[in-house]
């Protein structure tokens, strides 16, 4: 996409504080954004053609970084918790300038208007300004592309200021270390320094709308992917991190909505990004063709590396993090839905990583289990996706997305029940983690037989098919899939010492209840009965 003859005013960067920057690029298509990568040195072509860099220090999310400034518009409306953290008005003031100052150092910057929320209705425009080519070509990839009309009278809801280079003094600065990601919602504004890591870009976003669209539209944001049948059933993919989302959301035969942010109103579910951000950790043709051809020019690939003597990526090298990802618009997908809206859903999929090899690898739940583990949100972080996580390690996040959820989860959760109950939408467990035992110990989960059981749901298979519950979480269980082999079904069936897995099932269960104290007070008698049993 080319913007010919559309120039930057120079008010908005000076509005912004910017007065001596030289050289402003605004709005540069992928491929001069890719020139400018290679010009500075900061990066290098793969043999297929898309954009190879390294993020630096931090090649995650830093959670215990990300900041929501307290004010009068938040203080009694964010949730404050560990993930979101206060940091006072005086430090905002002070952080700002600080990026001021050093963006109006750099030599060079890179402007760039784009938008969030595919539906009109709720159209989010954003402005963001990076100190590094390959940060906008992130914004590019990722968020929704404004048409050059479109451009001419452009007006940011929202400004993103992006400083990787820049250090902050955490007792002046008010931070914990020197790198911070703030959020103020009086000012609108996000602000990013000493990472480069592109992910907390798009998750500064997400984290405004899920403020906003639940709050303000009455609109229900999700931490999703979404695709939708040739019959118009669009199917929902909740889940953390590493579970599956982008994978098991690009679907041949599906039409691919979005693979990680999406809204449901009371007419559609639509996506808020104009991207993919997939993980690329032992990504391979066979396995997952659509993420795989989308590495070619225009993708931004961060944090891997190649055979020696190559420029070939080596996609099984975690040498640098478990999380290396690649960018890429939409229509990198040959499936992809323009524009990304589809019908109300048919289908709900809570993706789970089990590190304990204990849940069944499907299972479907009632409205007061889907309620309960949609509260619980559990999964295993998976290594690399947040700063200092090396291994599957099991949590509970809230929602699926709690870290990125500045109300309180039961906003949420209600809005959620109500939209499942409204649309009598059936709702599944989906285990993309072990078998067989637990991680170390038991295989992941084929992903030839996730996809299998996916679509046997999808396309109403296993509905006649008899089912068992789970001894210990209730589920019902098929007792065969087409596709897949029936004894995996049962997880208990796949381990090999039996009082092994009922121990691990019963400590699970433990977690799970202990987990839940919090929410119990607010939860009815449906949702509190769909608690798993702890054997003594």
Request: charge should be negative; hydrophobic fraction near 40%.
């Amino acid at each position: 996409m080319s913007y010919p003859t559309i120039v930057l005013p120079v008010q908005a960067l000076v509005k912004l504080g910017l007065q001596n920057t030289p050289n402003v690029h605004y709005q540069l298509t992928a491929e001069e954004l890719i020139q400018d990568t290679l010009r500075t040195g900061e990066g290098v072509l793969n043999d297929t053609g898309a954009l190879v860099i390294q993020t630096g220090e931090f090649t995650g999310r830093s959670p215990k970084d990300k900041f929501i400034v307290k004010d009068a518009i938040t203080a009694d409306t964010v949730n404050w918790n560990d993930f979101n953290i206060a940091i006072d008005e005086k430090y905002y003031d002070i952080i700002y300038k600080k990026i001021i100052q050093h963006l109006d150092k750099v030599p060079e910057l890179w402007v760039r208007d784009c938008y969030a929320c595919a539906d009109k209705r709720y159209q989010t425009n954003i402005r963001v300004v990076n100190e590094k080519p390959w940060n906008n070509l992130f914004a590019y990839n990722m968020f929704l592309r404004p048409t050059e009309a479109e451009l001419e009278n452009f007006t940011p809801d929202w400004q993103i200021l992006s400083a990787p280079s820049l250090k902050l003094n955490p007792e002046e600065c008010g931070t914990r270390q020197s790198n911070a990601a703030v959020v103020s919602f009086k000012h609108k504004t996000i602000l990013i320094a000493g990472t480069g890591y592109t992910g907390e870009i798009k998750k500064g976003i997400f984290t405004i709308l899920n403020y906003v669209l639940p709050q303000e539209k009455n609109v229900l944001s999700m931490h999703c992917s979404a695709n939708m049948g040739k019959d118009g059933d669009t199917a929902i993919f909740f889940g953390l991190s590493g579970t599956g989302k982008t994978t098991l959301s690009a679907d041949p035969n599906r039409k691919l909505i979005g693979d990680d942010e999406h809204a449901w109103t009371d007419d559609n579910i639509f996506n808020f990004e104009g991207g993919c951000y997939a993980k690329t950790i032992n990504l391979s043709e066979e396995k997952e063709p659509e993420i795989f051809n989308a590495i070619r020019p225009g993708a931004l690939v961060e944090n891997t590396t190649f055979f020696p003597g190559t420029n070939t990526i080596n996609f099984d090298d975690a040498s640098v993090t478990e999380n290396t990802r690649v960018s890429y618009p939409l229509h990198f997908i040959s499936n992809a839905l323009e524009p990304s809206i589809g019908g109300l859903p048919k289908n709900i999929f809570f993706l789970t990583c089990d590190a304990f090899g204990v849940l069944p690898p499907i299972s479907r739940l009632t409205p007061g289990q889907a309620m309960y583990q949609f509260i619980s949100g559990y999964t295993a972080k998976v290594a690399g996706t947040e700063a200092g996580v090396t291994e599957p390690k099991p949590t509970f996040s809230a929602c699926f997305g709690a870290p990125f959820l500045p109300l309180h989860p039961a906003k949420y959760a209600a809005m959620l029940g109500k939209k499942m109950q409204e649309n009598k939408v059936n709702v599944w467990l989906i285990n993309t983690g072990w078998s067989g035992g637990a991680y170390g110990e038991g295989s992941r989960m084929k992903l030839k037989y996730t996809r299998a059981m996916i679509s046997a749901a999808l396309d109403g298979s296993l509905n006649n098919i008899p089912t068992t519950n789970d001894a210990v979480f209730g589920f019902a269980i098929p007792d065969s899939c087409p596709g897949v082999p029936a004894e995996i079904l049962t997880p208990r069936n796949t381990w090999e010492n039996k009082e092994a897995y009922d121990e691990k099932a019963s400590y699970l269960a433990g977690l799970f209840i202990s987990n839940f104290k919090k929410y119990k007070d607010g939860a009815d008698a449906a949702i509190i009965a769909a608690a798993p049993i702890q054997k003594q």
